[in-house]
């Protein structure tokens, strides 16, 4: 599976959205691209994924551009909740999936 | 409705010991899997089963061997813990994937945090 880059942290202010990116410039065209969050010591969370269409769904917006070489997660309204590390990973169907280290996303109030 | 849980939540061991972490889920699925963190690291991928009677290695699984005991359950095994196996263990499972009827996401357990001294 391809392999992704995201920053190591980002700040956003409590109630405006926050915008993650993630750059996975050498994926394939059968690997989707997942969105999950751990929050402080949990299990990590299921959040969003696609494939080359923009995602949306209760949590959040995941936009691709057009050649899927770069993906930004979008949690609309951050709350203090929303503070979590983020990972964006590659992966074809039926391929284990594999972390990296994330973006720490701190929401300030 | 549990989804997974693991047991135990805590445990200390002495190097050389062994011991089993056991994960369960009731939620049908097919999948699971076995990952390690350590402290300020991402997930590493110790073991996964894609199906019941299976069993794969992932990134890390040198000190684990791993048992797919029936849909329900997989267990990771340590046989003689080392100091560098403290860390907390998770356990995840997912169903099939979209093109088989579901989306491959994964669930995570609480985990387990193990410390070796």
């Known amino acids: 599976d391809a392999k992704t880059t995201q920053p190591p942290s980002m700040d956003c202010a409590e109630g405006r959205a926050a915008n993650l990116p993630c750059n996975h410039s050498t994926i394939s065209g059968n690997e989707y691209v997942y969105w999950y969050r751990q929050i402080h010591s949990q299990g990590p969370q299921y959040i969003i994924h696609g494939l080359k269409n923009n995602e949306t769904n209760e949590m959040a917006s995941l936009i691709i551009t057009e050649d899927r070489k770069s993906s930004t997660l979008i949690l609309p309204h951050a709350t203090l909740r929303d503070t979590a590390v983020y990972y964006c990973?590659?992966?074809?169907?039926?391929?284990?999936?594999?972390f990296g280290a994330g973006t720490i996303l701190r929401v300030k109030s | 409705n549990a989804g997974v849980t693991q047991t135990p939540k805590f445990q200390v061991l002495k190097t050389g010991q062994s011991m089993t972490l056991q994960c369960a889920q009731d939620?049908?699925?097919?999948?699971m899997y076995w990952y390690r963190q350590d402290p300020g690291m991402g997930l590493r991928l110790i073991y996964y089963s894609a199906s019941e009677g299976t069993t794969d290695k992932g990134e890390v699984p040198n000190g684990y061997n791993v048992s797919r005991l029936n849909k329900r359950e997989f267990s990771l095994r340590l046989e003689s813990a080392a100091p560098s196996q403290t860390s907390v263990y998770f356990c995840?499972?997912?169903?099939?994937?979209?093109?088989?009827?579901?989306?491959?996401?994964?669930?995570f357990g609480e985990g387990s945090r193990l410390t070796v001294l």
């Open positions: 990973i590659v992966r074809a169907y039926g391929n284990k999936l594999v």
């Open positions: 995840a499972s997912s169903a099939r994937d979209r093109g088989y009827g579901g989306r491959g996401e994964l669930f």
């Open positions: 939620m049908n699925h097919n999948s």
